[in-house]
């Protein structure tokens, strides 16, 4: 069984930076593609960028591209989400998932393995 661990929310001003970690146990890290995904209150889970399980291959959302980052260090079991110039829109809370193998997908129902998700909230 995986078992993912999201760390790093929190609350920031609007133009600031935050890193979030997603830790994965139980199985060997580097087999799993990763995503992170949001949902806002009222809102449906929208996908927010995806690593494939080489690395070799990245898929951010439009929302994000240019200001947020994905990356994974196999070598900690541990991936992240590197998010700077920080919107109010980006406020959500935000899960990593994982899937064996595959590639960076953005569709939610192919990540089987998910984390309980960390809070981000951006302020004014």
């Known amino acids: 069984q995986v078992q993912l661990v999201e760390s790093g929310g929190g609350l920031v001003q609007a133009g600031g930076s935050l890193r979030l970690s997603c830790a994965v146990s139980?199985?060997?890290?580097?087999?799993?593609?990763m995503g992170w995904f949001r949902q806002a209150p009222g809102k449906e889970r929208e996908f927010v960028a995806a690593i494939s399980w080489s690395g070799g291959s990245i898929y951010l959302a439009d929302s994000v591209k240019g200001r947020f980052t994905i990356s994974r260090d196999n070598a900690k079991n541990t991936g992240y989400l590197q998010m700077n110039s920080l919107e109010l829109e980006d406020t959500a809370v935000y899960y990593c998932?994982?899937?064996?193998?595959?590639?960076?997908?953005?569709?939610?129902?192919?990540?089987?393995?998910w984390g309980q998700g960390t809070q981000v909230t951006v302020s004014n």
């Open positions: 139980g199985r060997t890290f580097s087999t799993y593609s």
């Open positions: 998932a994982a899937r064996y193998y595959g590639g960076a997908s953005s569709t939610p129902r192919e990540y089987p393995y």
